[in-house]
């Protein structure tokens, strides 16, 4: 049977990128928060004839683009966000023959979980 992903993960491959997924992370969430403070700012401008060029939507602008490169950083290496907000992620993985998740949340220290491709955080079962 033909397999999903090109990539799967191993237990210790998964966590040994730990310290940079939390790290992209982090990244993700500064950039979320500065797109934020700049739609709201240039939605206060909007509706008052203001100029809405110059650093402000410079700013936003390398926001966006700064969230778009961190993204694709997990994209290239098939690695799933599912909750952006939790730091949920999801990892291909081969267990018994089987194509699964490994699966992690941001305040865990280590890939401890697994579930089905279709059951989701609810489907988790200890490795």
Not at 111 to 118: A, G, N, Q, S, Y
Request: charged letters at 35%; proline letters at 3%; glycine letters at 12%.
């Amino acid at each position: 049977m033909p397999h999903r992903f090109e990539k799967h993960y191993s237990r210790e491959e998964a966590t040994a990128l730990l310290p940079q997924v939390r790290v992209w992370l982090d990244r993700v969430k500064e950039l979320r928060g500065t797109l934020a403070q700049c739609e709201q700012r240039l939605g206060g401008l909007r509706g008052g004839g203001e100029d809405l060029g110059g650093d402000l939507v410079g700013k936003w602008i390398k926001a966006i683009a700064g969230l778009k490169e961190v993204l694709d950083e997990f994209h290239q290496r098939e690695i799933f966000i599912k909750d952006l907000e939790r730091g949920l992620l999801d990892f291909p993985a081969i267990i018994g023959g089987r194509e699964v998740f490994l699966c992690w949340e941001r305040d865990e220290e280590n890939v401890e979980f697994w579930h089905e491709l279709d059951t989701g955080y609810s489907g988790r079962e200890p490795l």
